[in-house]
């Protein structure tokens, strides 16, 4: 499986921009989908994750009402919509796939997700 993580880039504070996440050569059908990300000096934090057929979503409070998960499932892609950006949103941003179908328990949590793509850096000026 390859994951690929695109599209981040340099905006200014209140901006937005999107990311992408094409996968390829999965060999599973039941998954879930996250995005993490991390700043410099920061530990990985979870962003947003969705169920491999989207019905279920979750973001990390610090984006909630900002970021939107979302997938194309014909095009194999998860797309991570970011508004309203922050300074404090700089970061290289992971997607990465977890392949157990969606678990309530393990969806944030960085360490049971199985292959992860190579990471796309945002940076936001203030």
């Known amino acids: 499986v390859q994951l690929q993580a695109f599209g981040g880039g340099l905006v200014q504070a209140g901006g937005y921009l999107r990311l992408s996440c094409a996968a390829s050569a999965r060999t599973y059908s039941t998954y879930t989908t996250g995005w993490f990300r991390q700043a410099p000096g920061k530990e990985r934090e979870f962003v947003a994750a969705?169920?491999?057929?989207?019905?279920?979503?979750r973001y990390a409070d610090s984006v909630k009402g900002r970021f939107t998960i979302s997938r194309d499932n014909a095009k194999n892609t998860v797309l991570l919509q970011m508004d309203s950006l922050k300074p404090e949103d700089t970061a290289v941003y992971y997607c990465?796939?977890?392949?157990?179908?969606?678990?309530?328990?393990?969806?944030?949590?960085?360490?049971?997700?199985?292959?992860w793509g190579q990471g796309t850096q945002l940076t936001v000026s203030s």
């Open positions: 969705i169920s491999w057929t989207g019905g279920s979503t």
């Open positions: 990465a796939d977890y392949k157990y179908g969606w678990n309530w328990s393990h969806y944030s949590v960085g360490s049971k997700y199985d292959y």
